[in-house]
């Protein structure tokens, strides 16, 4: 009976965080990256145990325990799932593939709020009065604009056509205040009149809209400048249109090489809000 | 006393279990990244890259851009590029090109007046592992080879949570210059109204490319969709594309 009690003992120990399964396979799926191996160590050679800490004479007084902070629950911000449009403003594209994975969120702080410059309040096709600084565009949860009905082409939306990217407002409604990072390390392949390009080392085509213009030519005045970290920052929040007007707000998009089933591989505007909300957890918890 | 050692034990393994099960419970699956493959070039791709290699105009384009020293470091950097890379046949154009090489793709960027064209090829691709296996066409899927003209977009039902990828419609006006383009053998070739100009994308030498016409907006003079493909069309194998 006491072998018993001994096994059920070393198999409580034996659970991990992740469970308690017994199968080799399942272990190495949920437990975390082994560290590197060290060649000192022959395999099959098992570590030396580690001394157990001495256990304490008497239990301690819990009044004198120095109180331990429970550790920081994630970040977290309420956002519309992927593909998720508001009523009315179009069909969003199904796919959830994570096309950009490890991107840094393009802008360096938060808070930012992922919504409709068209179908949020100050656009043309507002649900009510407001203008753009209206606080409620200004306000969770992040909603995904990719497909939203627009006169673009675009071979990934269920319409055949509709917005190429994603619409992100700044923190507060104010132009040439917020810091616009680069998605990932590459160059700067061209500032037009309210485009940036971003071509990243992995081939993605990053594309940055209604910058502020004059500040982004000041920071890349000469090609050899153009070089740019993951992180980097590439300019501020505006709302340059060419001589149009539209609201202060960044438009992010991503092109690339897809290879989709059977199909010739070809370059497509991707769904971006999955790698936006991806991107947009780690900034909020300290690992952008 | 053993009953009870028992009784304890039991209760000690079903608590072990119960909370391992408990803490095995994992967040909703996160979305899955997409992963990069290479684009095999067939035998036809090969002798198209040839047939480009051996073609007079772009040996004599290659001649005169090797005179200007900006040009030649331009024609230097597209030879060791493992992309076959394309670029306009203007040397006019080709005098404000400036190269940017990566792993497996490029960027040729002109400057033609206050617009910006970017020619982006590719000899990689993303996939998503959501999308069906490779060699089962994914029923979404543009037509290949051959244009998009004159097939409407679909709103067919996509594959759940797969990636999909419909065929643009192509206006008849373009009809003549998606015609020529294939003739000179760009295939799949879709054009995109964009936020700022045209795109126009499509395959060559088993390659993917991409030719953004950044404009003073969308239909803007010198970015029409004709005036696009055609563009597209006459772009030349400056180097590149390995052995």
Same mark, same amino acid.
């Given at each position: ?42 395999? &099959? ?29 994630? +970040? ?35 808070? +930012?709020? +992922? ?52 619409? @992100? ?28 390009? =971003? =071509? ?33 920052? @590439? &300019? ?5 249109? &060419? ?10 998009? @991503?092109?690339?090489?897809?290879? @989709?089933? &059977?199909?010739? +591989? ?23 | 006393?053993?009953?009870?050692? /028992? ?23 996160? $979305? ?7 684009? $095999?070039? !067939?035998? !036809? ?10 073609? $007079? ?6 001649? %005169? ?5 900006? /040009?030649?470091?331009?024609?230097? #950097?597209?030879?060791? /590029?493992? #992309? ?43 996939? !998503? ?8 066409? /994914? ?71 991409? %030719? ?32």
């Amino acid at each position: 009976m006491r072998r018993l009690a001994l096994a059920a003992l070393l198999l409580l120990t034996a659970c991990s965080p992740n469970g308690c399964s017994l199968d080799p396979a399942v272990a190495a799926k949920t437990d975390p990256p082994a560290p590197a191996t060290d060649p000192a160590s022959a395999p &099959g050679e098992t570590e030396p145990a580690t001394t157990p800490e001495a256990e304490p004479d008497a239990a301690p007084d819990p009044a004198l325990e120095p109180e331990i902070p429970p550790p920081p629950e994630p +970040a977290s911000w309420p956002y519309d799932p992927s593909g998720t449009l508001p009523s009315g403003s179009g069909t969003g594209a199904t796919d959830v593939t994570l096309w950009a994975a490890g991107m840094r969120f393009p802008m360096e702080a938060g808070p +930012a709020y +992922a919504n409709s410059q068209v179908y949020g309040y100050g656009g043309y096709l507002a649900p009510g009065p407001g203008g753009q600084c209206d606080a409620r565009n200004y306000a969770y949860p992040w909603r995904d604009n990719f497909c939203e009905t627009r006169s673009w082409t675009n071979g990934m939306c269920p319409a055949g056509r509709g917005h190429q990217g994603q619409d @992100i407002r700044p923190a507060t409604c104010v132009k040439k205040v917020h810091w616009i990072a680069a998605a990932e390390r590459g160059r700067i392949t061209s500032i037009g009149s309210y485009t940036v390009t =971003l =071509l990243g080392d992995s081939g993605r085509i990053y594309r940055y809209l209604h910058m502020d213009m004059p500040g982004v030519n000041a920071l890349f005045p000469t090609m050899d400048s153009r070089n740019v970290e993951r992180g980097q920052r @590439i &300019g501020k929040v505006s709302a340059d249109f &060419g001589g149009n007007a539209t609201t202060i707000h960044l438009h992010f998009e @991503i092109k690339a090489p897809v290879s @989709i089933g &059977g199909a010739a +591989a070809s370059v497509n505007f991707v769904p971006v809000y999955t790698s936006l909300v991806d991107s947009y957890g780690r900034l909020l918890n300290g690992a952008a | 006393m053993g009953l009870r050692t /028992s009784a304890l034990a039991g209760t000690v393994i079903v608590a072990a279990v119960l909370a391992g099960v408990a803490t095995s419970q994992q967040a909703a699956p996160s $979305p899955v990244a997409a992963t990069q493959i290479d684009l $095999p070039r !067939s035998r !036809s791709d090969n002798a198209a890259l040839g047939q480009a290699r051996q073609d $007079p105009l772009a040996a004599r384009l290659r001649g %005169v851009l090797a005179q200007d020293p900006a /040009s030649a470091r331009v024609l230097a #950097v597209a030879d060791a /590029s493992p #992309v076959p890379v394309l670029g306009p046949a203007d040397p006019a154009l080709l005098r404000t090109a400036r190269i940017f090489t990566g792993d497996r793709h490029y960027m040729l960027v002109v400057q033609r007046g206050d617009d910006v064209i970017e020619i982006y090829g590719a000899t990689k691709a993303f996939q !998503s592992p959501l999308s069906a296996p490779a060699g089962q066409p /994914s029923p979404n899927a543009p037509p290949t080879p051959g244009p998009a003209a004159n097939r409407p977009a679909t709103a067919a039902a996509a594959p759940p949570q797969g990636p999909r990828v419909l065929a643009a419609r192509i206006p008849n006006t373009a009809a003549r210059a998606v015609a020529e383009a294939q003739a000179r053998g760009l295939t799949n070739i879709r054009t995109e109204r964009t936020e700022y100009g045209i795109d126009v994308t499509f395959n060559r030498f088993g390659a993917a490319y991409n %030719v953004s016409f950044i404009c003073n907006g969308p239909g803007a003079a010198g970015c029409t969709e004709p005036e696009a493909v055609t563009f597209a069309a006459t772009l030349q194998l400056l180097g590149g594309g390995g052995t």
